[in-house]
């Protein structure tokens, strides 16, 4: 149960959602201000506006362990750094360029602190961690009520069959995933009140958004390509390093839609599937670095959907 008052989600409810014209003309505000309390006035409605992305991103990593207050409090961080870090000049909307930043700095935050799932152990957690959802979907896609126990066993199945986490031992798969599941079983669900002060007021009428935007589909668009253009330059920076059958690999294993197994890229580059393992996990590390190098210092095109590529991006069977 959050412990946010009730006035917050409220206040979250009732903020005026602005059109394109009205997000640059705000930001112009805030950015040419000449007064203090100008600018103080334009940043808060920019920040007001844009609280309910911030909920629905904080919203979206609350089986990480942490609590929704805090994950909260890292989206509004966010928020805030998007004010400051807006680029017009980019042909993004706000709202697109807020959500990266909201997204990126919560996600930054579960990446280091979260204790359900510890990331930086194995590549399993890694993996459970971001494509639990999709695999559970699959699994259970006959059987969606399908108990925990069996859920369980079938899921260590397909982790140990695909060699997911480069662990074939499957007493410890199965350990891991028993674990991560009896942790998302903590979370509360979407209909639990957010706090004691109103017990109708639940997550998820908050997250409803019953006004129509009829620009949600040119935001994405939006989002889309940006990702697409920091593909493009982490491509080029590969290229310059000399490292192209590096990109090749981890294009091939992890941001294709047709992804390669080990082994039919261990038969074309001649190596063995171990090597091919190993500039493939190679690779991936040195891409999360140019995310986050972008995130901190803006070098790049900002990848709107770079982190979401690279979270859902799942390992292809061996």
């Given at each position: 149960m959050?412990?946010?008052?009730?006035?917050?989600y409220?206040?979250?409810?009732e903020?005026?959602?602005?059109?394109?014209e009205?997000?640059?003309r705000?930001w112009?505000?805030y950015y040419?201000?000449?007064?203090?309390?100008?600018?103080?006035?334009?940043?808060n409605?920019?920040?007001?506006?844009?609280?309910?992305?911030?909920?629905q991103v904080?919203?979206?990593?609350r089986?990480?362990?942490i609590?929704?207050d805090?994950?909260?409090s890292e989206?509004?961080?966010g928020?805030?750094l998007?004010?400051?870090k807006?680029?017009p000049e980019?042909g993004?909307r706000?709202?697109t360029a807020?959500?990266?930043?909201?997204k990126?700095?919560v996600?930054?935050h579960v990446?280091?602190?979260s204790?359900?799932?510890?990331?930086?152990?194995?590549?399993?957690s890694?993996?459970?961690?971001?494509?639990?959802?999709?695999?559970?979907?699959?699994?259970?896609k006959?059987d969606?009520?399908?108990?925990v126990p069996?859920?369980?066993?079938?899921?260590?199945?397909?982790?140990v069959e695909n060699?997911?986490?480069?662990?074939?031992?499957?007493?410890?798969?199965?350990?891991?995933?028993?674990?991560?599941?009896?942790?998302r079983?903590h979370?509360r669900?979407?209909?639990a009140?957010l706090?004691?002060?109103?017990a109708?007021?639940?997550?998820?009428?908050m997250?409803?958004d019953?006004?129509p935007r009829?620009?949600?589909?040119?935001?994405k668009a939006q989002?889309?390509e940006?990702?697409?253009q920091f593909?493009?330059?982490?491509?080029?920076?590969?290229h310059d390093m000399?490292r192209e059958r590096?990109?090749d690999?981890?294009?091939?294993r992890?941001?294709?839609?047709?992804?390669?197994?080990?082994q039919?890229l261990?038969?074309?580059?001649?190596?063995?599937r171990e090597?091919?393992r190993?500039?493939?996990?190679?690779?991936?590390?040195?891409l999360?670095?140019m995310?986050?190098t972008?995130?901190d210092?803006?070098t790049?095109?900002?990848?709107?959907?770079?982190?979401?590529?690279?979270a859902?991006?799942?390992?292809?069977?061996?």
């Amino acid at each position: 149960m959050s412990n946010l008052p009730a006035s917050y989600y409220v206040a979250i409810k009732e903020a005026p959602v602005l059109s394109p014209e009205e997000e640059l003309r705000t930001w112009d505000a805030y950015y040419n201000a000449t007064t203090r309390k100008g600018k103080q006035d334009a940043h808060n409605k920019l920040v007001e506006s844009h609280m309910r992305i911030a909920l629905q991103v904080a919203h979206q990593w609350r089986r990480s362990g942490i609590p929704l207050d805090e994950l909260v409090s890292e989206a509004m961080i966010g928020l805030n750094l998007a004010v400051e870090k807006f680029d017009p000049e980019k042909g993004a909307r706000f709202s697109t360029a807020a959500t990266w930043w909201i997204k990126s700095q919560v996600m930054n935050h579960v990446l280091e602190n979260s204790a359900s799932f510890p990331l930086g152990k194995n590549a399993l957690s890694k993996f459970l961690f971001f494509n639990f959802g999709k695999i559970r979907k699959e699994i259970c896609k006959d059987d969606p009520d399908m108990p925990v126990p069996q859920l369980i066993e079938r899921m260590t199945d397909y982790c140990v069959e695909n060699n997911l986490g480069n662990s074939s031992v499957r007493k410890t798969v199965k350990r891991q995933i028993t674990e991560f599941i009896s942790a998302r079983l903590h979370h509360r669900s979407l209909d639990a009140p957010l706090n004691d002060e109103s017990a109708n007021l639940t997550l998820g009428s908050m997250l409803e958004d019953e006004r129509p935007r009829a620009d949600e589909t040119l935001a994405k668009a939006q989002e889309l390509e940006m990702g697409r253009q920091f593909l493009m330059a982490a491509k080029e920076k590969f290229h310059d390093m000399g490292r192209e059958r590096d990109w090749d690999i981890l294009e091939a294993r992890r941001l294709s839609e047709d992804k390669c197994t080990l082994q039919d890229l261990a038969d074309t580059y001649g190596v063995s599937r171990e090597r091919i393992r190993q500039i493939e996990e190679k690779a991936f590390e040195r891409l999360q670095k140019m995310v986050k190098t972008s995130f901190d210092q803006a070098t790049m095109p900002a990848p709107a959907n770079a982190n979401a590529r690279l979270a859902s991006a799942t390992r292809a069977p061996s």
